[in-house]
């Protein structure tokens, strides 16, 4: 099982703004694959199904991006998944607008 999570904030005033990438990426997903990320768990919205033959669940903390990592451990804890079965999408101020990053650890520098 995957956990697919898109950061973002919970309120309106950030909805139409690129710090809600995450939160975006996460709707299309569902929408594109008929996944509802309707449940409220972990101090987040998420919802469960399949992608490409993968069992999946989509997570929307609702806790401020400084604080997501308590719901996105509270899930992983709960499902027993795997930091490898982690997928965390967010804005990056380094990365420019229209480009993806992928990398296996964080940082700031683009390596």
Do not use: W
């Not at 694959?33 to 399949?50: D, H, S």
Request: net charge positive; proline share 3%; hydrophobic share 35%.
């Amino acid at each position: 099982m995957k956990l697919i999570v898109g950061l973002g904030n919970p309120e309106k005033d950030y909805a139409k703004t690129r710090h809600n990438m995450g939160f975006n990426v996460i709707n299309k997903l569902s929408n594109k694959y008929n996944i509802e990320v309707n449940k409220e768990k972990f101090k987040a919205l998420f919802g469960m199904g399949t992608i490409e033959n993968e069992k999946v669940i989509l997570l929307k903390p609702q806790t401020f991006m400084n604080l997501s990592g308590e719901s996105i451990i509270e899930c992983m804890n709960f499902y027993k998944i795997e930091t490898k079965d982690l997928i965390i999408i967010y804005d990056d101020i380094d990365t420019e607008p229209g480009k993806v990053r992928i990398r296996k650890k964080g940082s700031s520098r683009n390596t």
